[in-house]
């Protein structure tokens, strides 16, 4: 069984906890806890008929008081990167540390996933962005950990990205 580590990467309060939690235990919570450092959970799939065990690190947010630490994303086969498309600044901060990423560990294989498509009435990114982003290779995905809705696609597509397939 091939197995792989994949971070959530993104700005404290974008919901990457709960997209974890929606993903392995097909739960949400309204309540917000702020993840201390890294929580690891783990699922098993199967792409292309090849069985394999995600190691899901959620990582702690960063803000203006902290910083991401590196190390945590040195061996992983790819990640998500979280913002909340609620809040466009959660967009910019994704945007540096899809940037950091690739200058600290190089080029992974990552799927820009806007969370809280619950929330669209209340929207700040806009289709263009999502647009520019998409035609710069980027996979850009709506979702929401509250509803369900594209949570399985996103990890499924960062899945088969990882295998080459």
């Given amino acids: 069984m091939l197995q792989k580590k994949i971070c959530m990467l993104g700005s404290f309060a974008v919901g990457k906890t709960s997209l974890v939690r929606r993903y392995v235990e097909s739960i949400y919570s309204d309540v917000y806890h702020t993840t201390v450092g890294v929580k690891i959970d783990k699922k098993t799939v199967n792409v292309k008929q090849q069985e394999v065990n995600l190691v899901l690190w959620d990582l702690y947010g ?26 466009r600044a959660t967009l910019e901060k994704a945007l540096a540390l899809e940037e950091g990423v690739r200058k600290e560990v190089g080029s992974l294989p990552f799927i820009l996933v806007l969370n809280k498509a619950d929330l669209s009435p209340t929207w700040e990114v806009d289709s263009g962005t999502e647009n520019q982003l998409a035609e710069k ?25 990882m295998l080459g397939a």
């Fill in 62 to 87: 960063e803000d203006d008081f902290q910083k991401m630490r590196w190390s945590y994303v040195r061996g992983s086969s790819g990640y998500l990167l979280v913002a909340d498309g609620t809040r």
């Fill in 137 to 161: 290779g980027w996979d850009v995905l709506r979702a929401s950990a509250k509803t369900g809705e594209n949570v399985e696609a996103a990890f499924q597509k960062l899945t088969q990205k």
